[in-house]
């Protein structure tokens, strides 16, 4: 049955418990899959979608493995308390680290990586309710490309925050009319600071949250964010509330009917600081020796990484503070994207170690106390 995560803030929170896991279907001849960091995520007809997403199929980074952007895409449907993958298919290309949004109409995938690098084109994809067939439909591209952004749809609008672009990282709030295509994607807004990395939710009352997120810069290591802010307004202007209390990058989070915000992963940055602080070092000396031993010692940062935990944290969107709410069943996975399905709380595949992907699919059910 899994690891029960009560509430205890006041009584409000409401409770995650956690399911028996699936896992990706195993490639033909391999005993098990891969699984997929920054994978295309969400529902379509009755049916959730997994797919795309990148992983290391040959060696991994630290054995000089080259990263593969994936197109394969599963469908699953409910069985009970857990999910069934029901059919197989393929994406238009190969995708990694946009954005999915669970639309009435289908998937929608705001930028990303593709074999050819960052780009700016959105997509609709939509797996046939008879066929179970995917079909992409293409919509207004972004003004620039962008990967690892946040993103929310609220009615017919939707939102990007942030994201990396070829060199730079944004700090631009984008917004997309459904109901207005012809006008394409403009900018309406800017965050407090320029992030990648990062979550962006809605609640309710169309109020919108940044959370956490990282920049990269150019001759030092990577900021990692704590913050989380809010727009009330649709991002035009951002009040900062209570810091996450830890730094958290590439988040996996929701918010849930307890008006809760459920952080169920994220990445604190300690060894992601260490590696790159490493690389620089190895870049900047002229010894040749000297610089196989950092990035010897590099290589074994990544063997040892020691994960992302699995503590979960929830801000209490009322109260406006943060607690401890238990832990996930399994190693914490960053750099995908949760499904709220009815009742249905699921965390699909995802990286949990550098370089190393799962190809397990948490399921959890959402009791309101």
């Known amino acids: 049955m899994g690891i029960l995560l009560a509430g205890n803030v006041n009584g409000q929170a409401g409770r995650l418990e956690w399911h028996r896991s699936v896992e990706l279907p195993s490639p033909q001849g391999e005993s098990m899959h891969l699984g997929i960091a920054g994978p295309v995520v969400g529902m379509s007809n009755g049916y959730l ?62 930028g990303g990586e593709t074999s050819e690098g960052k780009t700016n084109a959105c997509r609709l994809i939509q797996c046939n309710a008879d066929t179970e067939q995917i079909s992409t439909v293409n919509y207004p591209d972004l003004p620039f490309p962008l990967a690892n952004m946040g993103a929310v749809a609220i009615e017919n609008k939707l939102f990007v925050a942030g994201g990396e672009g070829q060199d730079t990282v944004s700090d631009q709030v984008l917004q ?25 939710l809605a609640d309710k009352q169309a109020n919108l949250y940044l959370v956490g997120g990282r920049r990269a810069n150019k001759d030092a290591p990577s900021t990692l964010y704590q913050g989380l802010f809010s727009s009330v307004d649709g991002g035009k202007y951002w009040a900062k509330l209570p810091k996450i209390p830890f730094k958290a990058a590439a988040a996996v989070s929701c918010i849930l009917p307890d008006n809760g915000l459920w952080l169920l992963s994220a990445d604190h940055g300690d060894t992601f600081h260490r590696v790159e602080t490493l690389i620089a070092e190895a870049k900047k000396t002229s010894d040749p020796q000297k610089a196989q031993q950092l990035i010897a010692s590099k290589n074994q940062l990544q063997v040892k990484h020691p994960g992302f935990g699995r503590a979960v944290w929830r801000y209490d969107l009322k109260l406006k503070e943060w607690n401890q709410m238990g832990e996930l ?41």
């Open 329 to 369: 069943p399994a190693d914490g996975p960053v750099t995908t994207t949760a499904v709220v399905w009815d009742n249905m709380v699921i965390v699909p595949s995802g990286e949990i170690k550098a370089g190393v992907r799962t190809p397990q699919i948490l399921i959890a059910e959402f009791l309101k106390e």
């Open 176 to 200: 997309l009319d459904l109901n207005d295509l012809e006008k394409g994607w403009i900018c309406i807004g800017k965050l407090p600071y320029a992030v990648s990395h990062v979550q962006l």
């Open 49 to 110: 979608l997994i797919g795309g997403g990148a992983n290391f199929p040959d060696l991994p980074p630290w054995k000089g493995g080259v990263k593969k952007i994936q197109k394969e895409v599963f469908a699953y449907v409910k069985d009970g308390e857990t999910l069934r993958c029901v059919a197989q298919d393929s994406l238009a290309e190969p995708i990694a680290y946009g954005a999915s949004l669970s639309l009435p109409i289908g998937v929608f995938v705001i």
